[in-house]
Nanobody, 118 residues
Framework: QEQLVESGGGLVQAGGSLRLSCAAS????????MAWFRQAPGKQRELVAR???????IYADSVKDRFTISRDNAKNTVYLQMSRLKPEDTAVYCC????????????WGQGTQVTVSS
């Protein structure tokens, strides 16, 4: 059964840090690009960061130099280290997987809430 399970969300003060984890099972993890998306209330879902199977990364402009995406293929886990958090980072964060040579993300987690207080 294909499954992505996020953890690590919570409530943090502005300027603080959190590390999100996403553990995958039943998916071809090592050959997938993995991404973190977020959706705040009343807003569209946005791509936060993505890491390819080869380790290349991209980030949304709003999180560059504050967030770092990484992966551990031995553990089938992708991480999002978030630093210098801002209230506008408050959202539900979901991880997603995209198999090589496809344009879609068929694998999704349920999401974890991140709330940043001012």
């Amino acid at each position: 059964q294909e499954q992505l399970v996020e953890s690590g969300g919570g409530l943090v003060q502005a300027g603080g840090s959190l590390r999100l984890s996403c553990a995958a099972s039943g998916v071809p993890f090592s050959s997938c690009a993995m991404a973190w998306f977020r959706q705040a209330p009343g807003k569209q879902r946005e791509l936060v960061a993505r890491i390819t199977a080869g380790g290349s990364t991209i980030y949304a402009d709003s999180v560059k130099d504050r967030f770092t995406i990484s992966r551990d293929n031995a553990k089938n886990t992708v991480y999002l280290q978030m630093s210098r958090l801002k209230p506008e980072d408050t959202a539900v964060y979901c991880c997603a997987g995209r198999p090589r040579f496809t344009g879609d993300y068929p694998y999704w987690g349920q999401g974890t809430q991140v709330t940043v207080s001012s």
